[in-house]
């Protein structure tokens, strides 16, 4: 891909956004699977959307921490993949918390739990800082010349 004009394309927005979003619900499944799956005796939504629980208080609620949080890891290393740029990151990161936000809300009011907002900011922090940093890594690799060789 050539990175030189930018052409604004609203579907490929919409589709990386939606890709981001999939894989952070499905990392966030696996992750909760790993770490909830023989604490609680049925794992439901209410994990991935309820505020209360992430809480501190409990090793229930730590693991659901953890889960949220390697999450972010996760899905910083997929948009590698989905954004490829590292200018990018942080508005795609932000769209992914924001979007999370108004379904959390939906589910079960606003948020008033500062573990929440603590574990959520933390998140979207090492997301988007992770994802620019391996974005930009990426960007300044070497173009293997060897190929464009012509041979005579």
């Given amino acids: ?5 930018a052409v604004w394309d ?7 956004i939606i890709c981001l979003q999939c894989s952070f619900y ?7 699977i790993l770490f909830l799956g023989l604490r609680v005796p049925r794992l439901s ?5 309820d505020y209360a629980t992430l809480t501190t208080s409990t090793v229930t609620g730590w693991c659901v921490i953890a889960s949220f949080l390697f999450t972010s890891l996760a899905v910083a290393v997929y948009m590698i993949f989905v954004v490829e740029r590292a200018r990018k990151c942080l508005d795609f990161s932000a769209t992914l918390y924001i979007i999370h936000l108004y379904l959390c809300i939906l589910n079960g009011g606003w948020p008033s739990s500062m573990a929440w907002w603590v574990v ?6 090492v997301m988007a800082l992770l994802a ?21």
């Fill in 45 to 49: 939504l209410v994990y991935f959307f």
């Fill in 1 to 5: 891909m050539f990175y030189g004009t």
């Fill in 10 to 16: 609203p579907w490929l927005i919409v589709g990386q």
């Fill in 120 to 125: 959520n900011g933390t998140g979207l922090a």
């Fill in 132 to 152: 620019e940093y391996l974005c930009i890594k990426r960007e300044q690799r070497e173009i293997p010349m060897d190929r464009f060789h012509s041979r005579v």
């Fill in 26 to 32: 499905l990392s966030l499944g696996v992750f909760m």
